[in-house]
Each structure stands twice: as C-alpha cells, then as structure tokens.
C-alpha cells in the first residue's frame, strides 16, 4: 500500500472507536447508484525502482539537444546550490503561510523576494509571485483597468512585436471581462514598436498601454516615448520585461519622465530549469498608490507581542479569501517554491553576476548572428539594438530546418513564421552566458549543412 | 506530549541584505565580465539594483536557517483541512528532476520531447479513468486557474450556442472564495444560496434561483463542510433541466478518490488540485497545478495545448486542432515539472493504491471524529460521517471561557502540531477544519487528540495562557493590524 | 445590547449614517454597529470630489485586516468633499464613527429622498432581526 502506514491492527482498533465493521460502511452516506468500478484504466502500482528505471528511460529518450531557443523561456548557468535549498523538506513540504509564527522562513524569504524585485525593476512594492509572465501581463491589464479610475474604456495597446503567446493569454483571460485590445505595428526594417502609431489614439479614451522590453525579437524599444505618451493621455503605463536585462536596462521605474505604473515579467531566468515550460513564476511590481490594485499574496514586516519583528501576509482585504467575488484576482497558491529558487539565485549571482550574465549573453547572441549571417540563405532580419535574441530570415521554410537540427542535436531556436507570417520565414533565435564560441560554430556549422 | 514554556527566543536571523557588505561576491558562480556593452547610452541602467552582495556560504547558511523556521510536513503533522497535506514521495521529486527533463525547452521540436510528451499523454489518460470525465487539459497552473479555464468553458458553450443570457453562476455560501471570485473574473454574477442545517445545499433556494439565466452552479463535492453533498443527483437534475453546467471543484477528490467519480454523479466540468490529492508539494505557497476534465459536451472548448497521440507518436494539439478552445492560460502548457510529479505518483500508487486512498483518508478523519467525540469535543454536524475531513466548532470554549478557535491553533503550534484551518468555511462559528490525510499513522492522530485534550484543560485552568501563545516559535503572535497600517514591503537601508 | 445610535442621524440598512448640514450637504460615514464589526480598520477609500453617484452605488471601500466592506451611497448626489484625514489615521473611524470618522459628503440631488431613510429607532430595528 503506497505511503499508507496503516497495520491491519491499527484498521481494526479504528473501526472499533468509530463503531463501525469496515471501512466501507464510512461511505454509506454516498448513493450507492454512484459507487465506481474499478479503475481499469489506471496501470498496477509500480516500486520507486520500477517507475525510476521507466522515468530515465524517458528521460534518455528526450535528449540533451545544444539548445538555442528562447522566446520566452532561458537557459541560463544555475548555481547547485539554489535547488540543493530550494528542495529541503521544509520549504518544498510546507504550505502557504496562512499561520505566520510557523512560517517565518517562506515569509522572510518573500519579504527578501519583494524587496529584490522592487529593486531590480525600480518600483516600490512587489507580490509574492503569480503563475507565469504570460498571465502575469493578463493580470496586470486587469489591474490597470481597476487602478485607471479616469478611464472608462477598458481599451488597451498593446503592440504587435509583445509575446505572441503571451498576447494569447492575455486575450483567453482578459476578453471575459470585456477588456479591448488594440494593436500597436512594428517597423520592419528597425523591429520595434512605432512609437509614432500611437498618435492614431490621440483624444481618445486609453485605459493603459503595453510595452515589452525587449521585444518579442529581442529588439529594444523606445520605452521612454511610450511610457510618456500613455501618462500624457492619462493611460497607465505596463512594462513586460525581460529580468535578466534589467542588470544593464534602465529599469521600468525610471522610463519616462514618471516611471511605469505596473512592471511584469516571466522570472524564470533567475534560477528556474526550463522544464518543457513550467512550473516558472510571474513577478508583478507597482506604485505604493496602486498596491490594493494589486492581485496575489504580498508579505510585511511587523512586530510581534514581545515587540519582535515578524513577518506575516498583509492586504489580505483584497483577496479571493475574504473579497470573494470582489477580490482583486482568483488567484492564491502562486509559484511560492521557483520564488524561493529566484531568491536564493539573486542573492548568490548578485547585482554584479547578473550584469554579467546578462552582457555576456548579449554578446553570445551578437556573436551567433555573426557566425549564422557567415551561412548562405540566412540574414538578420532587423536592424535595432538586440539584447539576448535575434530574428534571423531563411531562404526556406523554418519547420524542416529545425527538424533537420534537430537530428543534428542541435534545438535550433523558435520559428515565428506563423506568429508572423508578414516577416516570410522567420527564426527567432537566442545565445546565452551558457554557450561557448565552440558551440556558436557548431550550430553555424550544423545549419550550413543543413541549407546546402 | 510536553509543550515547552517560556523558552529563550532564538536570535533574529537578519534580512539577506544586512548580510551584505560591498564587494563581496560569489566568483565561481559568474562568467567573466565582458568587455563591450552595447546597451545605448538613453536605455542604460544607471544605478546598480540593490541585490545583495554575499558569500555562496552566507547565501547557503541564510536560507537553510529561513528554511529551519517552517512547519512542513516532512517536519510535523499538518492537519490543515481542504488543503491535503499528505506525504510528498522524495521520488517524485527525484525522477521528475532528472537532467534531460529540466534541460528541455518548451518549444524544442516535439522529435525532442516524446519521452515527457509520453508522461503527459498517460496522466490525461489516467486522470479521464479517476474523475469519469472525456477529456483532460493538464495546462492550468493552479486551482483557481483551473476553476477559470471551467467557468470559461461554460461561457464558451452557452455563447457557441447562441445563448448569451445565460451569465450567472451559482455558488452555495460554502463555497471556497474562489469560486465566487473566478466566477467574476470571467464576467459572471454570482447567486449564492445557503446550505441546510445538515450541510447539504437548500435544494428549494437552489430551485428559486436556476433559470434562463443560470450558467451553472460551482460544487464541491465533499463539501467545504466535510461532509458529502447527498443530493447530487437531484441538484443535477435541477440545474441541468434549466439548462446550466454542473462544475466540480476538485479540492476534495481525495475523500472520493476511487469510491466516485465526479464525471458519474453527472458533472460537466472539474479541476483537479493535482498539489492536493497527486501529492505534489505544496511549496510554501505552489506551484500547484489545476488540470481540468470534461464531458462531452465540453470537449470542444479544452484550453491548450493538450497532448494527443498520432500512432507511435506524441504531439501538442492546438488551436489548429481546436479551433473553439478556451485559448491559453500560460506562456507554455502549464507547469509541467508539476505534472510529471504527479504522473509519477499516480504510477506509484496504480490502479488499486488509488482506491486506497479515499478509503483511508476517510478512515483516518472518521478515527480523528471519532476520538474527538469520546473526548467531548463539539463536532459542526454531528449526525453526518466525516469524508476525508470535518469541523469541530470551538464555540462553547469561546462562550465559557474566552478562548477562541484562534487561540487554539496558535498553542498547537507550541505542541508541535501546525493548525488546522480556521474561520473556513465562515458559516461555522469558531470552527477548526481538520484533515488528517492518509498518509498519516495512528500514532499521529492520536497524539494530536492529546494535545487538544491538554489545550482544552490548559484554556479551563488559564486561559490568558492560550491568548498568549504561541510560545516556543521563532516569533509570538503578530501584530497584523500594524502589518496592514504601517506597510512595511520591501527592505530599506538605515539612512 | 444597546447601541449608539445617535437621534439626529438618518440610516441605513447596509449600516451608513447620514447627517444633514445647514448648507444642504450631507455627511455619510458608518455605523458604530459596523465599524464593530469590521474590527481594527486599517484603510478607508472615498469617492472622488465630483463624482456623481446614484443611490446604492459601491462608492467608497473600509478595509479590517479580515474583512472589506463596500459602502453604499445612501442616496443620491454628487461628491463635494472626501475625508482625507483617514488616510493617515483610518482609525478614527473605530474611534469616532459619527464625528471625525466621517467617510464623504454629498450635495443630493434631491433632499426629499432623505426622507426615505431609516431613523435611528428604525435602524435598531434592523439590527435587532440581524441579530437572531
């Protein structure tokens, strides 16, 4: 019986205190037209040896390709010793911190968390965490909806060269509550936003705008312009950032004349494996003055009664617990444990390792698109400043090529032609800290075969 | 069971930031500094963050210490009713984090996936055989995630077939608050109707309410109460005839798991709290992960991507394959290391293990009821079996002698045992919801029966003794109302 | 019980004082009856000078650390003034609920619908079914 502990004489004095003749009579309350079957469909129960020897097998059967895919999710150097903690039975098994005094730990490491985050994306507080970037830009255009008192329209920009998936969460979450979006073009030569379309939505009512820094192509954007259009027509202004680039980037607090009202972002790149795409977590940070605007759990230091400092969940007013259908969100568990893991990350990488982290994977990619533009039939497609990807154009479909890499064992990036079929055949591809000049020269070499 | 008094407070551990001091930093940890940097002069930062600047061994000893101050259940018993924290197999952990695994991208070419994608595959398939339900999308991130993607996909299938009056959802005032709350995220009002002094819905209030307007009503089943809700056929029936959905909150599969499935007692739509009854860890605060699963009637509307099966080979369906989804919910298909715990769990528990399960849980909160009674303890409804949890309400202690359901989970903690759910659900005064799980031995349960027993004399004798505690954690109790006032959210440097 | 329930206010059943001014404006706060049982208020939200409200309108928000309340606009009007003291001392409303506890004040759009609200015997009333 898997992790049940129960012996046969434990069963016997149970039911004899509950005064019943087996454990079947507990459910006699239950319509018996009900009761199931037995669940054929489930296989027999397995050892740990057993399902561990099945789990490597697959494993074996997924591979440890060279990868250079990023669009959203990246591979970064993670030192041994974020998951050694972040896996100690005593974070990995506790529960959200409901009871405070048995539950310091997580909650002093989310005060830590909050604090770093508010820091790196020069805002004055921070949550403890949504689920992932995707749905932390959904909830962020459902807070400027709530936080824009002077606007009416629930309309929001949001421009073309954001997340394509992210811009489809956003849409799958937020048209239920009848929220608009418009979309904001690209330059195709530069790849960044026109900031000069925005002008279309002069004298009309704009609840918020939208701007990913970098963008979806990796091309950095005129934030200062757009942050300072949206607070001239009396939008609130969302940053979508990349948090590894914050190192070297201004941050969203100091774009514009006045800074964002609302920064998210994925945090996976601090510390979190990329794991087919999750458990990651999202991060969201604002103004003190749009804090009960704010969803999800947010932790503050107090006093105990000796007089002690303490930590302990606060603002609970505005959620789903005691708000019920007013709260400010539905969520509650959040990503608590990749929080942990990005904690424990920054504190050890640093402002200086993360600068770091950052500039060489800047100059990585920079140096991939040298050595990939040296192969016939590929050319950078735009021309701005790039920070950690590139959008490169093939002379062929995207879909054979990477498959053909792929037996190369080689991930050879994202292919954004159907995201953007304007831009033919688009790849979309990213270089790390964590690649070397050989590894450039192989995916160089493996494409050039690849094309010819 | 001795409860320590008066011991010494263990000294403060400091904020990771007044660990730091300028300059140090964890070398092998950091590639070398590059030489360019060609960030444009108007984007670049200008002030460093204020991230810490310590040893890899500070960082190390800082968060093991952090890590010392938690309840878990690796550490103590958790009675914490509606939340399942039942054992987290090391196991799952381990073989979900093998190197292949963490190393994959999610948008690497499926050709480089078919071993995970065989794990997804298989769990949808397993959790379609426990809950009786056609389809499975394993992509939302949480419970409440999962109750979106539901209410969502009621939307979706009333508007499909050009019914677009219907926007309201039902909610008994039970209810989880997020049910209520996820029903207004996705643009519906919420009726709520009460439940009788049984605990089973007001099957006339209900009758009031349902109509031309009804989306569908929002049920879990064991209720919040901890008791099952006996007229779930009728209430189907009810609902159904007016033209709603039946959505199941899965919070409370473990009591049935294997004894009834969600998809015969005739729902339409569930979330499975998959960090709750497949043991995935809870994580001080997730990630969880929130699979939902549908009838029929539903099918269509599933949110991607959901893992389908050509021949031999394992794909993502998507919006070419489902062209009336719900649309997504993540940036990529939901918290998959997540999943890949729980498939493995359920592969470890298989087919009979699984049947286990409800069984026991339920064996153990009917004990737990059982010796609480004995012991003269106030059960909320004292004429029904307990599911897989139940409710003791404190009220006759707070009435005779002051000492609150509050005061009581506080000076558990003192014996070790971290507290069951208090104030919830909010329609039981001074209520404690207690959920001992299945993973739990006699001897576990039986020492908590104790310490209640020697709190309740403790709460008789002295009771400011209660209202100070607790005692013996690493802070007494705080002060939440200076938390919420003085808002202190982020360390600040002494000037 | 015994509740303070002072006679020249007018109320409300979802606990909202009323005190008429001499210029024709009325103040609005809540009840010591709810400020009770919200416990320790920690934030209190009026509505923005100039707002027209209609009654029954959600307008202004009083936070506990376990509970938030909306409060209704008891009729209606137009915004002339919010309370800003609350900001800093949200406690005055536990402290002095019908004096510097006030929330906002309303020009009413029509004086008579004054008329439609609760007296204080009225009001305890309620509160007596409330209680059973």
Not at chain 2, 305 to 310: A, E, K, L, N, S
Request: net charge negative; glycine share 10%.
């Amino acid at each position: 019986m898997a992790f049940i502990p129960h012996t046969s004489d434990d069963v016997r004095e149970m039911l004899d205190a509950i005064g019943v003749g087996s454990i079947e009579d507990l459910f006699d309350e239950i319509p018996a037209a009900l009761r199931c079957k037995p669940l054929d469909g489930i296989p027999p129960a397995a050892s740990e040896m057993q399902i561990g020897r099945l789990m490597s097998e697959r494993a074996a059967l997924d591979g440890r390709p060279l990868n250079f895919i990023g669009a959203g999710a990246y591979e970064h150097h993670i030192p041994a010793a974020v998951w050694a903690i972040t896996t100690r039975g005593e974070i990995y098994t506790a529960y959200t911190p409901y009871q405070a005094e048995a539950s310091q730990g997580t909650l002093q490491t989310i005060y830590e968390f909050q604090t770093m985050m508010a820091t790196l994306t020069g805002m004055n507080v921070s949550n403890a965490s949504l689920y992932d970037g995707a749905s932390a830009l959904a909830e962020a255009c459902l807070m400027a909806v709530r936080a824009n008192r002077r606007s009416k329209s629930s309309r929001i920009l949001m421009p073309r060269a954001v997340n394509p998936t992210w811009r489809k969460c956003v849409h799958a979450i937020a048209d239920n509550q009848g929220l608009v979006f418009e979309e904001v073009p690209f330059d195709p030569a530069s790849g960044q936003t026109v900031i000069d379309a925005l002008a279309a939505y002069e004298g009309q009512d704009i609840t918020a705008v939208v701007m990913q820094q970098p963008n979806f192509f990796g091309v950095l954007e005129d934030v200062d312009r757009a942050t300072d259009w949206a607070h001239a027509h009396s939008a609130l202004a969302i940053a979508a950032v990349n948090p590894t680039s914050l190192a070297l980037l201004k941050p969203p607090g100091e774009w514009g004349e006045h800074g964002v009202d609302i920064a998210v972002g994925d945090g996976q790149p601090f510390g979190v494996p990329l794991s087919s795409g999750g458990p990651y977590f999202g991060f969201m940070t604002t103004r003190m003055e749009h804090v009960r605007q704010m969803p999800g759990r947010i932790v503050g230091r107090t006093l105990d009664l000796d007089g002690r400092p303490g930590y302990t969940l606060t603002l609970q007013a505005r959620e789903q617990h005691i708000r019920r259908g007013k709260a400010t969100s539905n969520i509650c568990t959040n990503q608590g444990l990749l929080m942990t893991a990005a904690t424990i990350y920054l504190a050890i990488v640093g402002a200086e390792g993360l600068e770091r982290v950052a500039a060489a994977s800047m100059e990585r990619t920079a140096g991939l698109v040298a050595a990939l533009e040296t192969v016939p039939g590929v050319k950078a497609a735009f021309s701005g400043t790039r920070f950690h990807e590139a959008l490169l154009r093939l002379d062929r479909p995207v879909g054979p090529v990477l498959e053909a890499l792929a037996r190369r064992g080689i991930a050879g990036g994202y292919d954004a032609s159907r995201d953007y079929p304007e831009l033919g055949h688009a790849l979309l591809v990213c270089a790390t800290e964590t690649k070397t000049g050989a590894d450039l020269e192989a995916f160089a070499t493996a494409l050039r075969a690849v094309l010819a | 069971m001795h409860a320590s008094t008066g011991a010494p407070a263990a000294p403060r551990e400091p904020t990771i930031f007044e660990l730091s001091r300028p300059g140090r930093r964890a070398e092998a940890q950091m590639p070398p500094r590059p030489t360019s940097n060609a960030v444009p002069e108007s984007l670049r930062r200008r002030r460093r963050p204020m991230l810490p600047e310590v040893s890899e061994l500070q960082a190390v000893r800082h968060y093991t210490r952090l890590s010392q101050l938690n309840f878990s259940i690796d550490t103590h018993f958790y009675p914490l009713g509606s939340c399942t924290m039942k054992y987290n197999p090391r196991g799952c952990n381990q073989y979900a984090m093998l190197p292949e695994f963490l190393a994959r991208h999610p948008l690497a070419p499926e050709s480089q996936g078919q071993g995970f994608l065989a794990c997804m595959y298989e769990l949808q398939e397993m959790l379609k055989e426990v809950t009786g339900m056609r389809g499975v999308s394993l992509t939302p991130m949480a419970g409440a995630q999962g109750e979106f993607a539901g209410v969502a996909m009621i939307r979706a299938y009333h508007h499909a077939r050009g019914d677009h009056a219907r926007n309201e959802i039902i909610v008994p005032e039970a209810a989880h608050g997020t049910n209520p709350a996820t029903a207004t995220m996705c643009g519906m009002k919420v009726i709520e109707i009460p439940v009788n002094a049984d605990g089973d819905c007001d099957i006339e209030a209900l009758r009031k309410v349902v109509g031309p307007r009804t989306a569908g009503i929002m049920l879990t089943n064991p209720s919040t109460l901890g008791v099952f809700e006996r007229g779930i056929a009728h209430l189907r029936a009810l609902v159904h005839d007016a033209g709603g959905l039946l959505y199941y909150d899965g919070a409370n599969l473990n009591a049935i798991l294997g004894k009834v499935r969600p998809g015969d007692m005739g729902f339409d739509v569930i979330h499975m709290n998959l960090h709750k009854t497949f043991s995935t860890p809870h994580g001080g605060g997730g990630p969880g992960a929130g699979a939902v699963g549908v009838g029929e009637r539903l099918l269509p509307y599933l949110p991607i991507p959901v893992v389908g099966r050509d021949g031999e080979r394992y794909r993502y369906l998507d919006e070419r394959d489902l062209p009336a989804s719900i649309g997504r919910l993540s940036g990529f298909m939901g918290n998959a290391g997540v999943l890949l715990r729980a498939y493995i769990y359920m592969r470890m528990v298989g087919r009979e293990g699984m049947q286990r399960i409800g069984e026991f849980a339920t064996l153990n909160a009917n004990y737990l009821l059982a010796r609480f009674k004995q012991e003269g303890f106030d059960p909320a409804y004292p004429h029904r079996r307990a599911t897989h949890e139940f409710i003791l309400t404190m009220k006759h202690a707070a009435r005779d002698l002051g000492t609150t359901a509050m005061d009581f989970a506080k000076r558990l903690l003192d014996f070790g045992y971290h507290a069951p759910t208090t104030y919830f659900p909010l329609l039981v005064p001074e209520c404690l919801l207690i959920e001992p799980t299945e993973t739990e031995a006699k001897e576990a349960l039986d020492g908590f029966v104790e310490a209640m027993v020697a709190i309740r004399k403790e709460a008789t004798e002295d009771p400011a003794r209660l209202k100070g505690a607790p005692y013996t954690l690493p802070v007494r109790r705080l002060d939440d109302v200076r938390a919420a006032k003085n808002l202190d959210l982020t360390w600040k440097p002494l000037a | 019980m015994s509740h303070n329930l002072p006679a020249d206010l007018r109320y409300t059943k979802s606990h909202e004082w009323v005190r008429q001014n001499p210029d024709g404006t009325v103040t609005i706060g809540i009840t010591d009856h709810a400020q009770h049982a919200l416990g320790d208020i920690v934030f209190a939200e009026t509505p923005e000078v100039g707002r027209e409200l209609a009654a029954g309108d959600a307008c202004a928000v009083v936070e506990s650390v376990k509970a938030a309340s909306d409060v209704y606009a008891p009729v209606a009007g137009r915004v002339v003034a919010g309370n800003g003291a609350l900001g800093d001392a949200p406690e005055k409303i536990n402290t002095d609920p019908y004096g510097d506890g006030w929330l906002w004040q309303l020009a009413p759009a029509d004086a008579a619908a004054l008329g439609g609200l609760l007296d204080a015997g009225g009001y305890e009333k309620v509160l007596a079914e409330s209680a059973e």
